[in-house]
């Protein structure tokens, strides 16, 4: 397949490009940085270089078909800086940018999308939520309440032919979570209120492999949730990752203080309490995360930021 990846060099990305190239895909990855192409090449992909906010820059490089298409994109968010609301409304445009011109060009090629979500939904005690239940746009989170409206248009009149595939917060040796890492490295990692609050995770390796499962399966209109097996406190994840980089276990920060600080956008997605179902994902899909428990998914992540650096960090 002739498959083209916005994002490719991000988080995701980067776990992503060589297994579509491995099965024999011809990819084409897209970047703003002229830096990331030579990185591009090397995994046996074509690095394109544009803005994807400038359709007719790049437009004219791509090629004459593509079968699929795969957004990863992600606004630049600076994570540790007072969230403004100037900056969430650039950051709520730019979504929607990405999303409507990553979906301009699958109807232009007439080829399938693979969209991205959050696992943005509220549970309380047992509760699991799953891809029925209604997203809950709350802080930080509402930059991407346009796009609801988007992907559900889409579905709604199959045009263009989309699957979302909604992640849980994606570690891995890349992207905003090598912040998270440097900081617990520096002893300087927080606790945010009592942290008891639920946040699912999904490895990034097990984020680009759901990605390959939908390419197969290619289940148009559908949705699924994508995070591991095993629900975790914000507390306790950290806690372990502390102790996997023999660090001082974090300590806690007030609610109040990181409101006035970093911004109560920011407050509302590090609070945020929900436990989530990958089953969909298993039955239709067939997808199995390698890394069922953020456990064995951070083991191989603290260890593979030892040992190197992301292929276009
Ligand atoms: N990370 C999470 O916890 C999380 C959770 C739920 C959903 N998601 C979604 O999952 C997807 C993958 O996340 P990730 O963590 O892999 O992202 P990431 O590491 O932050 O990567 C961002 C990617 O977006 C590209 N990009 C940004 N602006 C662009 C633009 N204007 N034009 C073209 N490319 C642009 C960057 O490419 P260049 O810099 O090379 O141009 C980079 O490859 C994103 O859509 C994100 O919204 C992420």
Redesign the pocket.
């Known amino acids: 397949m002739k498959i083209l990846v916005?994002?490719?060099?991000?988080?995701?990305?980067s776990y992503l490009l060589p297994r579509l190239v491995a099965n024999k895909n011809e990819v084409y990855a897209?970047?703003?940085?002229e830096g990331?192409i030579e990185g591009i090449q090397k995994l046996g992909a074509h690095g394109i270089l544009?803005?994807?906010?400038n359709l007719r820059e790049f437009d004219k490089n791509l090629p004459d078909r593509l079968d699929m298409i795969v957004?990863?994109?992600?606004?630049?968010v600076k994570p540790g800086h007072r969230m403004t609301r100037k900056r969430k409304a650039e950051l709520r445009e730019?979504t929607n940018d990405?999303f409507h011109n990553a979906m301009d060009l699958a109807i232009r090629y007439n080829a399938p999308i693979i969209l991205?979500?959050?696992?943005s939904y509220r549970t309380e005690k047992d509760e699991i939520a799953d891809e029925t239940w209604p997203v809950l746009r709350t802080g930080l989170t509402e930059i991407g309440a346009d796009t609801d409206e988007m992907v559900n248009q889409a579905i709604k009149t199959n045009r263009p032919r989309v699957i979302q595939l909604i992640?849980?917060?994606?570690?891995g040796n890349?992207?905003?979570?090598r912040f998270m890492y440097e900081m617990m490295a520096k002893g300087r990692s927080k606790i945010i209120g009592k942290g008891e609050n639920f946040i699912p995770n999904i490895h990034?390796s097990d984020?680009a492999a759901a990605i390959i499962k939908a390419s197969e399966k290619m289940p148009v209109g559908e949705k699924f949730i994508i995070a591991d097996d095993t629900p975790v406190t914000q507390k306790n994840f950290a806690f372990y990752m502390a102790a996997l980089m023999n660090k001082k276990r974090p300590g806690h920060i007030p609610g109040f203080v990181v409101k006035l600080v970093l911004g109560k956008d920011f407050y509302e997605i590090v609070r945020m309490n929900c436990k989530v179902s990958n089953a969909k994902a298993k039955k239709i899909l067939d997808w199995h995360p390698e890394y069922p428990s953020y456990k064995n998914g951070l083991e191989a992540t603290i260890s593979e930021m030892k040992e190197k650096k992301n292929y276009?960090a």
């Open positions: 916005i994002g490719g060099t991000g988080l995701v990305g897209l970047t703003r940085s990331k544009g803005d994807i906010r957004l990863l994109a992600m606004p630049d730019e990405f991205p979500g959050g696992t992640y849980g917060k994606i570690y890349g992207g905003l979570f990034a984020a276009f």
